[in-house]
């Protein structure tokens, strides 16, 4: 079963790096993490924050972009 999660970039300002928030299908904040350090642990399942990871680039700051993760296959779609 997919489950669908919720990436907002936000962009730093002065010393204050930019972050990428992670939020679940309530919008509850699930990870706060920096774009440069995806190593850190969190209760996402396991393989998503590596593969949502490579999208970070391309995400324009302040929009909320829809993704679905598929645990079976551990692939990611941008919805």
């Known amino acids: 079963m997919k489950k669908r999660y919720y ?3 936000v962009k730093g300002v002065a010393k204050i790096p930019d972050y990428i928030q992670i939020r679940d299908e309530r919008f509850s904040l699930v990870c706060y993490v920096r774009p440069d350090r995806v ?3 969190t209760a ?3 393989g998503f924050l590596e593969k949502v990871s490579l999208i970070f680039p391309q995400l324009a700051y302040g929009e909320v972009r829809p ?3 598929n ?3 551990r692939e990611i779609c941008l919805t």
């Open 7 to 9: 990436i907002l970039k």
């Open 71 to 73: 645990p079976e296959t």
């Open 67 to 69: 993704v679905e993760w």
């Open 44 to 46: 996402l399942p396991e």
């Open 39 to 41: 190593d850190k642990r």
